[in-house]
């Protein structure tokens, strides 16, 4: 079956280190691979997108690579901030479906 | 600025009562989506629609119903309402239909509690 997934247990770490974060996927073949941040208590908001013939994209301190044999995407924070705490979803496009994915999340926490 | 509105943002209803959830959409977004979120299992897809009385079964559709008469307006309809299904509840719309590289905007959600 269909699966994405993403560390279920919390990742915390020091203000002014990098974040990475592993979203990795079976039996699916995107065509798009989507980061959101998710806040307490709100809905989830969009943060980059990459395509499947992309390997990187970048927007501001955000990295995202995505790598179809390996069937895995990491998403990077640098320069971390408290204010980056937050948890962050996956979520795949699929050549097969109209369906819009989502992944269980990763909760990060940035310490001062 | 795109607005996915829900109709509610906290929700009490007892087992077996028949419940609506209401989205609405401002930017005519061509595809909508209602999702459920619980601890430790994420965002699952339980129905989305990619046009006007179009709809498909999600990965959860079991004990729920869609409709969508307008364009700008999905609903996710609990026949009887179980403790089970309490939950908090997501809607979103993107534009475009089919794999589509555009993003997906999220309404507040609705915590259903069914007591």
């Known amino acids: 079956s269909q699966k994405i997934e993403q560390n279920s247990e919390a990742l915390n770490i020091q203000e002014g280190k990098t974040a990475t974060l592993t979203c990795n996927y079976t039996?699916?073949?995107?065509?798009?691979l989507q980061w959101y941040r998710q806040d307490p208590g709100r809905g989830p908001v969009f943060l980059l997108l990459?395509?499947?013939?992309?390997k990187e994209k970048r927007k501001e301190r955000l990295k995202v690579t995505f790598d179809t044999t390996l069937k895995q995407s990491l998403f990077h924070i640098t320069a971390s901030q408290p204010a980056d705490s937050a948890t962050y979803l996956c979520?795949?496009?699929?050549?097969?479906?109209?369906?819009?994915?989502f992944g269980t999340g990763t909760r990060l926490q940035v310490f001062p | 600025d795109v607005k996915v509105t829900q109709s509610s943002r906290y929700l009490v209803k007892r087992t077996g009562e028949k419940v609506f959830l209401e989205c609405v959409q401002d930017?005519?977004?061509?595809?909508m989506f209602w999702y459920r979120q619980d601890p430790g299992l994420g965002l699952r897809l339980i129905y989305f629609?990619?046009?006007?009385?179009?709809?498909e079964k999600g990965d959860i559709p079991e004990g729920y119903s869609v409709s969508r008469e307008k364009k700008e307006r999905f609903s996710l309809i609990l026949e009887s309402a179980s403790t089970n299904q309490t939950s908090m509840y997501l809607c979103?719309?993107?534009?475009?239909?089919?794999?589509?590289?555009?993003?997906?905007?999220f309404g507040q959600g609705t915590r259903l509690t069914v007591v």
């Open positions: 930017m005519d977004h061509e595809n």
């Open positions: 979103a719309s993107r534009k475009g239909q089919g794999p589509s590289n555009t993003e997906a905007f």
């Open positions: 629609s990619y046009d006007v009385k179009m709809k």
């Open positions: 979520a795949l496009d699929s050549y097969n479906t109209d369906k819009l994915i």
């Open positions: 990459i395509r499947e013939n992309e």
């Open positions: 039996n699916y073949s995107p065509a798009y």
